[in-house]
């Protein structure tokens, strides 16, 4: 099994509805670390699992659509935590609708998406999916 | 599948018993930075796997029990080499004893527990377990 | 000369004010990463030139102020744009402060105090000065 | 499950053929910093996985017969573009090799080698085996 | 005194000619992880010491002229060994000159700049100079 | 102004003498990451400031004097608290004795020598003198 990570990062505000949040029911904000995995089982013949370029551009391109915003005024989070579990997700999911739509070098080799969201030194949070 | 990961540290003395040990046999001491990840399917209302204040207050009581002591005289480790594997696979114990007596606001939803002890930036051990 | 030098961080939403700042003029936020260093030419008897448990208490208060917050609300900012610079010496000035009132445990061997905030892997700012 | 994972580093030039590699086509070179993973369900006596020190210095040995050379000129790798995941298995098939000949204090309680190289701070490959 | 630090990287090859070098005579490669710092004593209206969107663009594009080349063959290093000293002089020289030219938004306010090439997770070098 | 700085680690125990330390009075342990820097105003012929292959040969030779060891029982540090910022002067001394004797490839352009101890992510102590 084969896998390429790259990473970027962005710089959010939101605030979190419910008891469990504690303080950070305020609105505040974060620097999110963003790691993205590819899996897959074999290379092409260029001996890449995916094109390392194209993956980091798209990571850039999905992070840009968020960074620098406050999250609690974007539609696509209506009523929804912006937990960094579900940033993990939106990410993930995002990076698989690239791969659906442009390949990424990868043809259909990539077998798994991971996304990893580091919210500072001691804390991250990840979601896996199929693409 | 989610995950969440929390990290902190412990500071301990202690020796290991084997040939294989070599001057790690003789008392010394480590830094032992520690990430706790806890794994599951499903996000709960909030968007959360788990409450992340509450794990990483868990995984500092379980360090806190340790941190400046001579392991050699802890009688949780009588008899037994504390190498960083062995010390990985108590602090995963401890913490999903953690989860069985107070849930750290997961319900039944985590399904995996890993943890990992640095010892230094080039050596470290991990342990995975179900809770 | 010593110096000695805690870390922690904190969470903070904030806006910048000014066209150099292009989108980052809009409500964001960021994950700061702090470290606080203490410099002195001499040592107590003890062998320490500033007490570091009292220094990463007095840190961690002063980051505690901030921290889940918007900035833009903080009286303390009012009319001040809260760049990484002045984040850096606002920290710097609370723990110069600190250092008055309390001695740190580090009598008066303290002679320089520098700050410096990662606002992301890529970037960060530091403010240094005399207590 | 077990894991234990040692980090080293390696130092060499190398170019990539074909048009995705874009300016990598030319000669360039790379520090990759290496981590290789051993993984496995029990311990054995002395509470070890692995022999930490002789999974180390096989890491080492491994790398030193790549260091400070350019890659376009080594006969392992004639016909085969050293991309970050051609060399992440390379690594982990010669420390399988190291696994079977020498049992690196394991017996035979590893069931999985893993490699991770990172070519910079922003992008990183692995490969994953059974030994 | 204010700082502020912007960070990347580039992936060279090149060879060292003396004995001093040892393995390192041969044709190889590093990723330098590149740290530019500008150092000042007050702060623009803008609370700012250097535009560091600007700066961070500047330090790219000095890198960029650099990265996936042979320094043996670039003119600008004829008859030079690229060290890790000799390229962190080239780059803050380089930075220096943007400066000059250009202002990165800090005025005059620049007094000092310093680079530092990190070559791998145990070694770098720096050079600091006026600008 | 040049500098070059190599990293290693040792893994010690010890005991702290004085209430100031709190439960770092027990026996316990620490695993040093650490870093020396030589400074110097000039190069050699070969454009290096010293040889950082035998820097870092010597920084590990001091480091392996004390590493696996309890330094409650060294006779060098007798009647002395072994707290991080002593531990960094003894390196930087070892280091200038080093320097003397055999020049590190360095002639007399060496001008200055740090050290930083990090004894965990939060904590670090250095010091600085003249060869």
Same mark, same amino acid.
Request: charge should be negative; charged fraction near 25%; aromatic fraction near 6%.
């Given at each position: 099994?084969?896998?390429?990570?790259? $990473?970027?990062?962005?710089?959010?505000?939101?605030?979190?509805?419910?008891? &469990?949040? /504690? !303080?950070?029911?305020? #609105?505040?904000?974060?620097?999110?670390?963003? +790691?993205?995995?590819? $899996?897959? +089982?074999?290379?092409?013949?260029?001996?890449? %699992? *995916?094109?390392?370029?194209?993956?980091?551009? +798209?990571?850039?391109? &999905?992070? @840009? @659509? #968020?960074?620098? $915003?406050? %999250?609690?005024?974007?539609? @696509?989070?209506?009523? &929804?935590?912006?937990?960094?579990?579900?940033?993990?997700?939106?990410?993930?999911?995002?990076? @698989?609708?690239?791969?659906?739509?442009?390949?990424?070098?990868?043809?259909? $080799?990539?077998? /798994?998406?991971? *996304?990893?969201?580091?919210?500072? !030194? *001691?804390?991250?949070?990840?979601? +896996?999916?199929? !693409?």
């Amino acid at each position: 099994m084969f896998s390429v990570t790259v $990473r970027d990062q962005m710089m959010v505000a939101h605030s979190l509805r419910g008891d &469990v949040f /504690g !303080p950070a029911q305020g #609105l505040h904000g974060a620097t999110f670390v963003v +790691e993205a995995t590819f $899996r897959g +089982e074999s290379l092409g013949e260029d001996g890449i %699992l *995916v094109d390392i370029g194209r993956a980091a551009d +798209e990571l850039h391109d &999905v992070l @840009a @659509a #968020l960074t620098y $915003r406050n %999250l609690d005024d974007e539609p @696509a989070f209506a009523g &929804v935590n912006t937990t960094t579990e579900v940033l993990a997700r939106h990410v993930a999911d995002r990076l @698989a609708e690239c791969l659906h739509e442009d390949g990424l070098g990868a043809g259909d $080799r990539v077998t /798994g998406i991971a *996304v990893t969201l580091h919210e500072s !030194p *001691v804390a991250r949070a990840s979601y +896996e999916r199929v !693409p």
